[in-house]
């Protein structure tokens, strides 16, 4: 039984595809094929022609994750996989990129690209997940796209709006702190200038939704006390036109917001999601849409890592870096998380006393926010691995248990460093950083006393 690796570089409308033996010997050299509906059955038809040939071949295909661009060509193998002893997937280019490095691949090109991602899977196959399940909600991700864009550009609007507000109606600036509500948009459009809106009278305000008698009348003196120093055409033009855009923009929200809603609406994993406080039904459905299925995840560590909360730290020789945190990977889900860990912080208070425990310690704001973000991922781990929805008290349980552990592991870290096969050479030509670090330890390894060990072994057995 014999094994054959195609590995597929995509690029806008085409994709150039080789093949390869296990011992890395070209079987068919790069060739270019179409995206189009002639071109994938050409391909399926060349794999069926060489399995044809001998049908004791496995193939392993592969396509380089390319902003989408890949998904006709994974659809087609996958269509292909019904009829021949074939697998495929989506690789990831990072993994491949460094694939190419490593290979001192000095000139690259889509055929080498091609080259690289089939000798990757070779290189890696026992890594690598084949005929994954089509992921639930793949086809809402470039929906998810366009309502975060049209999202970003309400804010921008409103951040343009803002300098000109501050100068020609800035009463309504003060009902603004958290944003612009749908009244105060409409109130614009009627009286985009504070000159505007001192004429304007109590009845005619308050035949605008959710505009009180009371508030009106605040309006209406405010605006009276500070007309604003801008009121020219130009400036009311400006106004009603970018109010006019952000309330057309915030109706196209709420379309996409049903949409996706009703999209995923009997799906159970939202319910779970939302059963974790300061979670809402959307930042549910963003982090689903945004994180492939549970299962290929081993633990919650992989699942942190996969969004780029894991946290980073170099040491090689005396020099070492600061630990910070990644932030690989796909940025969406990471935003998301970071909105829920805000809204976590003022509502969850299993979230805030985290927080809370960190800052007391010293420990800067965002460093203590990454630190929650951590923490709500392997819970919305735990969550989705288990099927249940979220109960403070299996994460007590949980945390107490990996509060032994981590003590365990430290005290056996402890143990293994205590091993040393020289004394410390004062002749040895290290560098003035590593001198001082030396100085400041008490005593050299191998002479700390048997009473320390014994402590170390008394913790263990307490442990175990």
């Not at 994180?291 to 942190?304: R, V």
């Not at 600061?322 to 829920?340: E, H, N, T, W």
Request: with cysteine; proline share 4%; glycine share 4%.
């Amino acid at each position: 039984m014999s094994e054959q690796f195609i590995g597929i570089d995509v690029s806008k409308g085409y994709a150039d595809i080789v093949v390869l033996d296990s011992a890395h010997k070209i079987i068919q050299k790069s060739f270019r094929l179409d995206d189009t509906s002639n071109g994938h059955e050409r391909l399926k038809s060349l794999i069926s022609n060489w399995y044809a040939q001998d049908e004791s071949i496995t193939f392993y295909a592969a396509v380089e994750s390319t902003g989408g661009l890949e998904n006709n060509w994974l659809a087609a193998l996958r269509d292909a996989t019904k009829k021949l002893p074939l697998y495929c997937m989506r690789v990831n280019p990072k993994g491949v990129a460094q694939y190419i490095k490593a290979g001192l691949m000095r000139t690259v090109t889509d055929g080498v690209s091609a080259f690289a991602i089939a000798a990757y899977q070779i290189a890696h196959k026992h890594k690598l997940r084949y005929n994954e399940p089509v992921h639930p909600f793949e086809h809402l991700r470039p929906t998810w796209s366009t309502y975060t864009l049209v999202k970003k550009q309400r804010q921008q609007l409103y951040n343009n709006l803002h300098p000109i507000l501050y100068t020609a109606n800035p009463t309504i600036l003060t009902y603004c702190r958290k944003g612009m509500p749908q009244w105060a948009c409409k109130v614009l459009l009627k009286y985009p200038t504070g000159q505007l809106l001192a004429r304007a009278t109590v009845a005619k305000l308050t035949a605008i939704p959710y505009v009180s008698a009371e508030r009106a009348e605040a309006l209406i003196k405010s605006a009276k006390r500070e007309t604003g120093s801008r009121h020219d055409i130009a400036t009311k033009s400006s106004i009603e036109l970018i109010v006019n855009q952000m309330y057309n923009i915030d109706k196209t929200i709420c379309s996409f917001e049903s949409l996706l809603q009703a999209s995923v609406s009997d799906n159970s994993d939202i319910k779970l999601l939302t059963s974790f406080k300061g979670m809402g039904i959307m930042s549910a459905i963003g982090l689903l849409i945004n994180m492939p299925s549970i299962t290929m995840f081993d633990d919650s560590s992989k699942l942190a890592a996969f969004w780029g909360l894991h946290p980073v730290f170099k040491q090689s020789g005396d020099g070492q870096s600061v630990s910070r945190m990644s932030k690989s990977g796909r940025i969406q889900p990471r935003s998301i998380l970071y909105m829920v860990t805000l809204a976590s912080i003022v509502h969850n208070p299993l979230i805030r006393a985290l927080y809370k425990k960190k800052i007391v310690t010293g420990m800067k704001n965002n460093a203590a926010i990454g630190v929650c973000m951590h923490k709500i991922a392997r819970i919305v781990y735990g969550m989705l691995k288990n099927k249940k929805a979220f109960d403070e008290s299996i994460d007590k349980k949980n945390s107490e248990k990996k509060h032994q552990i981590d003590k365990l592991e430290m005290v056996k870290r402890q143990r293994k460093e205590l091993i040393r096969f020289q004394d410390r050479d004062p002749a040895a030509p290290i560098s003035k950083r590593e001198r001082k670090k030396r100085a400041t330890e008490e005593k050299p390894q191998d002479e700390i006393s048997s009473n320390t060990r014994s402590e170390t072994n008394v913790a263990l057995c307490e442990i175990i």
